[in-house]
């Protein structure tokens, strides 16, 4: 079930922490049963592969909710390298806005050259 946003996402982690602990212990128990003969190498190898795939799902779930959350951030304008603290140089546009200021490429009758 894949529910959108973050609310969504958060669910789906709940739901594929539970997964990785479920196939985690089934992974346990038929390993111990292959000890003593009563499980092939075979069902091993399906088991953590289930494993696998739980955690995959998880760390699929866990982007989900980091993506949803840039996209809200975005959504009220809350997206910058200044509000998240990246310690990023910021750009100041000032600059290049004067040195752009009344050259309007295309309106003199010249093609830019």
Do not use: C
């Amino acid at each position: 079930m894949n529910r959108p946003g973050i609310a969504g996402a958060l669910t789906s982690i709940s739901t594929g922490q539970v997964a990785v602990r479920a196939a985690a212990t089934a992974l346990k128990g038929v390993r111990d049963e292959a000890q003593y003969g009563q499980r092939t190498t075979l069902d091993v190898l399906n088991a953590q592969q289930a494993l696998l795939n739980a955690r995959v799902d998880l760390i699929g779930a866990q982007r989900d909710r980091v993506v949803s959350s840039y996209t809200a951030l975005a959504a009220i304008g809350r997206l910058s390298a200044e509000r998240l603290r990246l310690g990023a140089e910021l750009f100041d546009p000032a600059p290049h806005l004067e040195a752009a200021r009344d050259k309007w490429f295309g309106l003199d009758g010249t093609d830019g050259r």
